[in-house]
């Protein structure tokens, strides 16, 4: 069975994605797509062998029969209306993060994928795909580190483009950290507070850059992160876990050593993109066998409503200078029923 699936967005990594599900991944391919920029999005129809069918709307996309299952990669504000179509069509999904861009909208999913009864959404938190990761919390879940104590981490960028700016260090970049932490932990977060230091002579007048974030979860791991996005040598991405019994690092990417000019020295990835790529592959892949089995294992509806009430709170903290508590309501007996399955 090969999974028939429309992609909605033609941006940057709606094309990446299509990419993938139509010639590099097994068992799926685009017959489908939608932009807002029709012009755009028929370009890239008529690179798919068979050319996919351009439709007008996004709607008009869920509707086709011929369409198994959506991605959605359109703007963000757009997700939640695709969302809740394609559950309404009983048409398994895959959002992007963030499924919406608040949390009113991503509970509006989520109670609208248990009254249907079937888990359909999986939201775009690749980390939790990237080998790197994966060693690391299996060091976690064998116990061989002891229980977590705590958990100091780093979000670097080289730099971000104009379009970047107020909050979005907190509600961009750092809801990867808030969803890949509480899935190495198999833990919730209780409490928020952001520090802000000294800021960076590379920032603009309209970006506060560097934030530092601390987070406490419900069984006591205190957890430190610092969100650096003009930070000029490179893309790194650091996770050090300490336990009682040890310590895990997060592994570097593969990269040479080298001496040279007086120098030993490893390369420090410049693109995000280059960092999680092979993540990318393994998260599309793992969607199409799970949805061609009858279900999706992968990040939930709850955890991208999770991600949003988490990042609000930090918004909330970074703005009022207190220790602002995670509220959230009891997870819904319906997502225990996810698999156990690596990337869930």
Same mark, same amino acid.
């Given at each position: 069975m090969t999974l028939r699936i429309g992609v909605i967005g033609t941006g940057a990594i709606g094309q990446e994605h299509i990419e993938r599900l139509h010639n590099k991944l097994n068992g799926s391919t685009v017959v489908a797509v939608n932009d807002i920029n029709q012009v755009q999005a028929e370009g890239i129809a008529t690179k798919l062998t068979p050319q996919a069918r351009v439709h007008a709307s996004g709607q008009a996309l869920i509707d086709n029969p011929d369409v198994d299952a959506v991605?959605?990669?359109?703007?963000?504000?757009? +997700?939640?209306?695709?969302?809740?179509?394609?559950?309404?069509?009983?048409?398994?999904?895959?959002?992007?993060?963030?499924?919406?861009?608040? #949390?009113?909208?991503?509970?509006?999913?989520?109670?609208?994928?248990?009254?249907?009864?079937? +888990?359909?959404?999986q939201v775009g938190f690749m980390r939790r795909y990237d080998k790197s990761y994966r060693l690391l919390k299996e060091q976690i879940d064998n116990g061989n580190?002891?229980?977590?104590? @705590?958990?100091h981490c780093a979000h670097r960028n080289p730099s971000v483009p104009d379009v970047y700016t107020g909050d979005m $260090?907190?509600?961009?970049?750092?809801? +990867?950290?808030? !969803?890949?932490?509480?899935?190495?932990?198999?833990? !919730?977060?209780?409490? #928020?507070?952001?520090? @802000?230091?000294?800021?960076?002579? +590379?920032?603009?007048?309209d970006l506060d850059d560097p934030h530092m974030i601390l987070l406490e979860t419900a069984k006591g791991v205190r957890i430190d992160v610092e969100v650096f996005v003009n930070c000029p040598y490179g893309y790194d991405i650091q996770c050090q876990v300490v336990g009682e019994d040890g310590?895990?690092?997060?592994?570097?990417? @593969?990269?040479?050593?080298?001496?040279? !000019? $007086?120098?030993?020295s490893h390369e420090i990835l410049q693109d995000w993109k280059l960092r999680f790529i092979e993540s990318y592959d393994v998260e599309l892949q793992e969607w199409i066998d799970s949805v061609?089995?009858?279900?999706?294992?992968?990040?939930?509806?709850?955890?991208?409503?999770?991600a949003s009430v988490t990042a609000d709170a930090?918004?909330? $903290?970074k703005h009022s200078g207190r220790i602002v508590p995670i509220e959230i309501g009891a997870r819904p007996a319906f997502y !225990?029923?996810?698999?156990?399955?690596p990337s869930a």
């Amino acid at each position: 069975m090969t999974l028939r699936i429309g992609v909605i967005g033609t941006g940057a990594i709606g094309q990446e994605h299509i990419e993938r599900l139509h010639n590099k991944l097994n068992g799926s391919t685009v017959v489908a797509v939608n932009d807002i920029n029709q012009v755009q999005a028929e370009g890239i129809a008529t690179k798919l062998t068979p050319q996919a069918r351009v439709h007008a709307s996004g709607q008009a996309l869920i509707d086709n029969p011929d369409v198994d299952a959506v991605v959605v990669t359109s703007w963000g504000p757009t +997700h939640e209306e695709f969302v809740l179509a394609s559950i309404k069509a009983g048409k398994p999904v895959f959002c992007e993060k963030p499924l919406a861009t608040t #949390a009113e909208a991503c509970l509006n999913i989520v109670n609208a994928e248990v009254a249907s009864g079937r +888990h359909l959404v999986q939201v775009g938190f690749m980390r939790r795909y990237d080998k790197s990761y994966r060693l690391l919390k299996e060091q976690i879940d064998n116990g061989n580190l002891g229980a977590p104590l @705590m958990v100091h981490c780093a979000h670097r960028n080289p730099s971000v483009p104009d379009v970047y700016t107020g909050d979005m $260090a907190i509600t961009d970049s750092f809801p +990867h950290e808030i !969803d890949v932490l509480r899935w190495l932990l198999n833990d !919730d977060y209780v409490s #928020a507070q952001v520090i @802000m230091p000294r800021k960076t002579r +590379h920032t603009r007048a309209d970006l506060d850059d560097p934030h530092m974030i601390l987070l406490e979860t419900a069984k006591g791991v205190r957890i430190d992160v610092e969100v650096f996005v003009n930070c000029p040598y490179g893309y790194d991405i650091q996770c050090q876990v300490v336990g009682e019994d040890g310590i895990g690092y997060l592994p570097e990417p @593969m990269s040479v050593l080298t001496r040279k !000019d $007086a120098r030993l020295s490893h390369e420090i990835l410049q693109d995000w993109k280059l960092r999680f790529i092979e993540s990318y592959d393994v998260e599309l892949q793992e969607w199409i066998d799970s949805v061609k089995a009858g279900e999706v294992r992968g990040p939930t509806a709850w955890d991208g409503y999770f991600a949003s009430v988490t990042a609000d709170a930090c918004v909330e $903290a970074k703005h009022s200078g207190r220790i602002v508590p995670i509220e959230i309501g009891a997870r819904p007996a319906f997502y !225990d029923r996810i698999s156990s399955n690596p990337s869930a």
